[in-house]
T-cell receptor, first 112, second 112 residues
Framework: EAQVTQNPRYLITVTGKKLTVTCSQN?????MSWYRQDPGLGLRQIYY???????DKGDVPEGYKVSRKEKRNFPLILESPSPNQTSLYFC???????????FGPGTRLTVT | GQQVMQIPQYQHVQEGEDFTTYCNSS?????IQWYKQRPGGHPVFLIQ?????EVKKQKRLTFQFGEAKKNSSLHITATQTTDVGTYFC????????????FGPGTSLSVIP
């Protein structure tokens, strides 16, 4: 089954404690993205990757890091989380920028 | 920077009534995509429009892409409770058009 998986689905952490949210897709997609979703703001792209070892900043990259060492995986790293990073995060993948995106189930992160 | 707006932000309709959401971009789009997100779920791709003036139908849903390729609409005829959710439009953005810019979404409630 074609899918995008994210882990964990829920995470409560404290300010400053490094965390990683994993994302994996099994569709051999080139393009992968991370989004955060906040009420009234829709989905905002944090980082995206056009292919392995190619990543670039989206609209809200501050406080986040990503890596793309393999085509299927695109982890999101918060080196020092802060409360303003409390949000719902989605990973997505697509064949490329002009094709439909497949979204993971989401990770709800709370930073206290 | 590029902005994608949607109106209305919220819409409450009686079951059986029609519903329309409008998407407007500050710049010309090469294509536009529509997604639906059910409450508690993740965005799911509905359709992509590419040509100026294009109209596509999916059962009770009609999608239009404006002549200037800066606006789009989604019209649902005779809404059902299964239509409940938030509808997002999205298009490529950034200087190299390799980012994805989402609108803030229109949240639809259907009263049975």
């Amino acid at each position: 089954e074609a899918q995008v998986t994210q882990n964990p689905r829920y995470l409560i952490t404290v300010t400053g404690k490094k965390l990683t949210v994993t994302c994996s897709q099994n569709m051999n997609h080139e393009y992968m993205s991370w989004y955060r979703q906040d009420p009234g703001l829709g989905l905002r792209q944090i980082y995206y990757s056009m292919n392995v070892e190619v990543t670039d900043k989206g609209d809200v990259p501050e406080g986040y890091k990503v890596s793309r060492k393999e085509k299927r995986n695109f982890p999101l790293i918060l080196e020092s989380p802060s409360p303003n990073q409390t949000s719902l995060y989605f990973c997505a993948s697509s064949r490329d920028i002009f094709y439909e995106q497949y979204f993971g189930p989401g990770t709800r992160l709370t930073v206290t | 920077g590029q902005q994608v707006m949607q109106i209305p932000q919220y819409q409450h309709v009686q079951e059986g009534e029609d519903f329309t959401t409008y998407c407007n971009s500050s710049t010309t789009l090469s294509n536009i995509q529509w997604y639906k997100q059910r409450p508690g779920g993740h965005p799911v791709f509905l359709i992509q429009l590419v040509k100026s003036g294009e109209v596509k139908k999916q059962k009770r849903l009609t999608f239009q892409f404006g002549e200037a390729k800066k606006n789009s609409s989604l019209h649902i005829t005779a809404t059902q409770t299964t239509d409940v959710g938030t509808y997002f439009c999205a298009g490529p953005g950034g200087t190299s058009y390799d980012k994805v810019i989402f609108g803030p979404g229109t949240s639809l409630s259907v009263i049975p």
